[in-house]
């Protein structure tokens, strides 16, 4: 099915340790972002492409690295996790820098132990 | 910077009836995009409606329609003959402006619906 894979679905990662979010869209989409959701207070940007090469800082960057590997995938890093990185991450993908199509993945559940 | 702000963290509906789920933003653009967005259980993020800002009618798809008051900063959601299936938090989102692509979203409505 055509749309936004977004790997692992569920992690569980002890302090200090890293892993990488993988995220991959088939829609030839040129822009790509990286979204966390906390309970009460919705999703906040963390990183955003809007182009391939190009990658730039959201609301909440701290803590996290991201590459445009190409125009299909788009990570996310946590190099030292910490438990206040326990969140679920959304990848999404729109067509370019606009307000139409964007089309989000399921979602990953990461806890910080 | 922008700002979404909905102010009803829960609300709850008959099924059949009608609820309107509120949000205000703050921008000073005049060219963007609102969103509602529905997230059921499953976390997967379901757009419902899309509004542009330049357009004074307000957006509407089959039982859900907005009452978008660009003066006053305010886009609410209206769910008509509310169904069971409709149960999940609803999100608010803005795009546009010099942050055209990045999507502002509100901090979330969980909508109940008793049958």
């Known amino acids: 099915n055509a749309g936004v894979t977004q790997t692992p679905k569920f992690q569980v990662l002890k302090t200090g340790q890293s892993m990488t979010l993988q995220c991959a869209q088939d829609m030839n989409h040129n822009s790509m972002y990286w979204y966390r959701q906390d309970p009460g207070m919705g999703l906040r940007l963390i990183y955003y492409?809007?182009?391939?090469?190009?990658?730039d800082k959201g609301e909440v960057p701290n803590g996290y690295n991201v590459s445009r590997l190409n125009k299909r995938e788009f990570s996310l890093r946590l190099e030292s996790a910490a438990p206040s990185q326990t969140s679920v991450y959304f990848c999404?993908?729109?067509?370019?820098?606009?307000?139409?199509?964007?089309?989000f993945g399921s979602g990953t559940r990461l806890t910080v132990v | 910077a922008q700002t979404v702000t909905q102010s009803q963290p829960e609300m709850s509906v008959q099924e059949a009836e009608t609820v309107t789920l509120s949000c205000t933003y703050d921008?000073?653009?005049?060219?963007?995009?609102l969103f509602w967005y529905k997230q059921p259980p499953s976390r997967q993020m379901i757009l419902v409606i899309r509004q542009e800002a330049y357009k004074q009618q307000n957006a509407t798809e089959n039982r859900f329609s907005v009452n978008f008051q660009k003066a006053a900063k305010s886009f609410s959601l209206k769910i008509s003959d509310s169904q069971l299936g409709d149960a999940a938090m609803y999100f608010c989102?803005?795009?546009?402006?010099?942050?055209?692509?990045?999507?502002?979203f509100g901090q979330g409505t969980i909508l109940t619906v008793h049958p």
């Open positions: 989102a803005y795009a546009g402006g010099t942050s055209y692509g990045k999507l502002t």
């Open positions: 492409s809007a182009s391939e090469g190009t990658t």
């Open positions: 921008t000073s653009e005049s060219d963007y995009y």
């Open positions: 999404a993908s729109s067509p370019s820098v606009g307000g139409r199509g964007y089309t």
